[in-house]
């Protein structure tokens, strides 16, 4: 079993950033690619980003350009770095983690982003 456990997230104003980071331990073992889903209320859950061992990374077209995702294989851990947010970036962030590809294996519990002024 894998455990994902979010941070980062919190109150930004509009044109602000965050960082947020995803911590991985338990049976990372052949874990192979981790991102980020987002979900706000009313509306379906929005993969953001995700970046395979590789290093080959995907982003949804509502975040490229102002979103870096990246790993560090020897922390176990992924970033999402925000800048240029914006008030519909607002939203609960879910990390997730798979042996193979999408959709995800493994889920953390979620960090809160809120863009407002």
């Known amino acids: 079993q894998v455990q994902l456990v979010e941070s980062g997230g919190g109150l930004v104003q509009p044109g602000g950033s965050l960082r947020l980071s995803c911590a991985a331990s338990?049976?990372?073992?052949?874990?192979?690619?981790m991102g980020w889903y987002r979900q706000a209320p009313g509306r379906e859950r929005e993969l953001v980003a995700f970046?395979?061992?590789?290093?080959?990374?995907h982003y949804a077209d509502s975040v490229k350009g102002r979103f870096t995702i990246s790993g560090v294989n020897a922390e176990n851990t992924v970033y999402l770095q925000m800048n240029s947010l914006k008030p519909e970036d607002t939203a609960v962030y879910y990390c997730?983690?798979?042996?193979?590809?999408?959709?995800?294996?493994?889920w953390g519990q979620g960090t809160q982003v809120t863009v407002s002024s």
């Open positions: 338990g049976s990372i073992f052949g874990l192979r690619v």
């Open positions: 970046i395979i061992n590789s290093g080959i990374t």
């Open positions: 997730g983690g798979a042996r193979t590809g999408l959709p995800f294996d493994y």
